[in-house]
């Protein structure tokens, strides 16, 4: 009986050290980077700035950001440098820091090395991704899109910031290898059907990974934008994400088109400055002062598409102020 038992043992942690092995080794698997000449036009830099500073983010996560101020508008001198953290304590599985875009960092990366980081979530050196890089979402979009995005980060003005290295804890530090996927490149633009297109923008500027929310680190199904994901910031306060579905009562069922288009255009309006929170103000994590940018047409197609999800009734506290204890 006994020896039985030794032997089981054996062959269980035999088993546990094989897959620890496996997922910390062999994995992430999607494959070496392209071999990628991007043919560089005007156009497709104007596409790359309007996606990569406005529609995709990716310059505001990119940088560091003054959450002193309503919606945390980006610290200039770090533009595109990177180093903001996403922390511990706002509930994360580790310290994240966002990286350097400019070429100061990616100037010796190939396109095909900056590609696959993009849509396949692997770094340079072969390392997975933390998926608060919104990679998944930008594997589905057309290539030629991602193609723009990378010749418009080669112009940006080299900023020499060189951020922390991220740390995950035990265990996402082994789970975040089995992340990566292979680009699917799933979605097709298509400018003539506002609907599809609206899809289309919704997923390179990933609005569902916000606003859909998570239980132990994964999306609950069914429950695609709306909304309720959770965000703590570092005085205690809380901001969750509004259900975007359709639904009248709890969604933005009642909103029309243009009191859509005009929410986010409220704060572009000449008028409007940076400004700092009001006393007792829970700040936002809705990136109002990026998407204030987005073309109307695009901000309507984004409407149309909204509203042919399926209702879902989710009722959301949107701002919280901490608790005085
Ligand atoms: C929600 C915030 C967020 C957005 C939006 C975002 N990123 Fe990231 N990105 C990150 C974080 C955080 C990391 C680091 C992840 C880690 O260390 O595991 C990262 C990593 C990267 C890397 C890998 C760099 C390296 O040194 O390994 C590249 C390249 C990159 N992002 C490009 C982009 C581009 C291009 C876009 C827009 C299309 C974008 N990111 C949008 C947060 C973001
Ligand atoms: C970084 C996370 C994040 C991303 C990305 C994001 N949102 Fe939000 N959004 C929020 C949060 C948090 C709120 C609630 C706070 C607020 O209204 O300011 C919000 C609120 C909104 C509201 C207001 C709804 C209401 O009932 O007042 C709209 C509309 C909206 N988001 C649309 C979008 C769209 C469209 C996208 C993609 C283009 C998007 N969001 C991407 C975090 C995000």
Redesign the pocket.
């Known amino acids: 009986m006994k020896k039985f038992f030794l032997i089981l043992i054996s062959v269980i942690v035999l088993a546990v050290v094989g897959i620890i092995t496996y997922v910390s080794t062999a994995l992430p698997n999607v494959g070496e980077p392209e071999n990628i000449t991007i043919d560089v036009t005007p156009q497709m830099l104007e596409r790359g700035k309007y996606l990569a500073e406005t529609?995709s983010?990716c310059i505001d996560c990119h940088s560091k950001r003054d959450f002193s101020k309503w919606a945390g508008p980006i610290k200039s001198e770090s533009k595109g440098g990177g180093g903001e953290l996403f922390s511990e304590d706002m509930g994360l599985p580790g310290n994240i820091y966002s990286k350097n875009l400019t070429p100061f960092a990616l100037g010796d990366w190939t396109d095909g090395e900056i590609y696959r980081a993009i849509t396949s979530g692997v770094s340079k050196d072969g390392h997975a991704l933390f998926p608060i890089m919104p990679y998944h979402s930008y594997g589905k979009v057309e290539k030629k899109d991602i193609f723009a995005i990378i010749a418009y980060l080669r112009t940006l003005e080299p900023n020499k910031n060189t951020p922390p290295k991220t740390e995950l804890n035990i265990p996402m530090n082994l789970i975040v290898n089995t992340i990566p996927q292979k680009a699917e490149h799933s979605l097709k633009d298509n400018y003539d059907d506002k609907v599809k297109h609206g899809e289309y923008?919704?997923t390179i500027?990933?609005?569902a990974?916000?606003?859909t929310p998570m239980e132990k680190g994964e999306y609950i199904e069914g429950m695609k934008f709306a909304g309720g994901m959770e965000?703590k910031f570092p005085n205690g306060d809380i901001?969750?994400?509004?259900n975007?579905t359709p639904d009248k009562k709890t969604g933005?069922g009642n909103f029309s088109e243009e009191q859509?288009v005009s929410?986010f255009k409220s704060y572009a309006d000449s008028n409007y400055v940076i400004r700092d929170l009001d006393a007792g103000e829970v700040n936002?994590?809705?990136?109002?002062l990026v998407?204030r940018n987005m073309k109307e047409d695009d901000l309507k197609a984004?409407y149309s598409y909204?509203m042919t999800l399926k209702p879902v009734k989710n009722e959301i506290k949107?701002?919280e102020k901490k608790k005085e204890s």
């Open positions: 529609v983010g923008l919704t500027a990933a609005c990974d916000c606003h965000f901001n969750r994400t509004a975007l933005i859509f929410k936002t994590m809705m990136p109002w998407y984004i909204l949107l701002f």
